[in-house]
């Protein structure tokens, strides 16, 4: 299977809500090739909870080893994530923030106080 044709709503889909599913498999390929984080990103657009919930978790997991990676995504994560009604998404907002304010501008910071 080529990087670009894996299908992450998928591998991220199905299985007890509370299990992690392949996640840990996924951050392992996003960790392994960093084109493969906008792939990532997408799927936080899913209509399936599970996959944004599964979706929170690997961007977490993914801060942990390469934070500097997800500091192209902050405004996407102010704007779009941020708009999302799951408690997930709100709980992963608050640890990245906390981990990347360093990098923040004085305006992400503001935003992501608000939120």
């Not at 299990?19 to 996924?26: A, P, R």
């Not at 984080?37 to 909870?49: A, K, M, P, Q, V």
């Not at 934070?67 to 704007?79: G, N, T, V």
Request: glycine letters at 2%.
């Amino acid at each position: 299977m080529q990087p670009n044709s894996y299908d992450f709503a998928q591998m991220l889909s199905g299985g007890h809500p509370n299990s992690l599913g392949k996640t840990v498999e996924l951050v392992e390929l996003v960790l392994s090739d960093r084109s493969l984080l906008e792939n990532l990103y997408r799927c936080y657009s899913s209509e399936d909870e599970v996959v944004r919930l599964r979706t929170s978790n690997a961007m977490k997991r993914i801060c942990q080893e390469q934070p500097q990676w997800l500091l192209p995504y902050l405004d996407r994560f102010l704007a779009e994530v941020a708009q999302l009604e799951q408690a997930s998404a709100q709980w992963t907002l608050a640890q990245l923030f906390a981990r990347l304010d360093r990098d923040m501008s004085q305006q992400q910071l503001e935003r992501a106080k608000t939120i």
